[in-house]
Nanobody, 124 residues
């Protein structure tokens, strides 16, 4: 079973930055598309950013495009989310997830393994 551990969340003022990390173990990381999702209280879990196996293609939700950057380091079995210009609307629990299928997907259901999440709180 693939294990994922997120870190880097915390409390930050609006306009600030955070860098989230997700460390994977128990699988072949380079075989997986990876995604970041978030879930705020009372809302559905939503796609934030994704990256293909090779790291050559990245995808973003419109709400974070231009502010967030996803990257991966296959040698370190890790995926990252650099979050700049944070807004209170970004407040949520952030999860990394594994898509071990052939094709990249933004869908929650396409991801088979999930981390425990890390809380990001942006104050106004």
């Amino acid at each position: 079973q693939v294990q994922l551990v997120e870190s880097g969340g915390g409390l930050v003022q609006a306009g600030g930055s955070l860098r989230l990390s997700c460390a994977a173990s128990g699988g072949t990381f380079s075989n997986y598309h990876m995604g970041w999702f978030r879930q705020a209280p009372g809302k559905e879990r939503e796609f934030v950013a994704g990256i293909r196996k090779s790291g050559g293609n990245t995808y973003y939700a419109d709400s974070v495009k231009g502010r967030f950057t996803i990257s991966r380091d296959n040698a370190k079995n890790s995926v990252y989310l650099q979050m700049n210009s944070l807004k209170p609307e970004d407040t949520a629990v952030y999860y990394c997830a594994v898509n071990d299928r052939l094709l990249f997907s933004r869908s929650t259901t396409a991801h088979d393994y999930w981390g425990q999440g890390t809380q990001v709180t942006v104050s106004s």
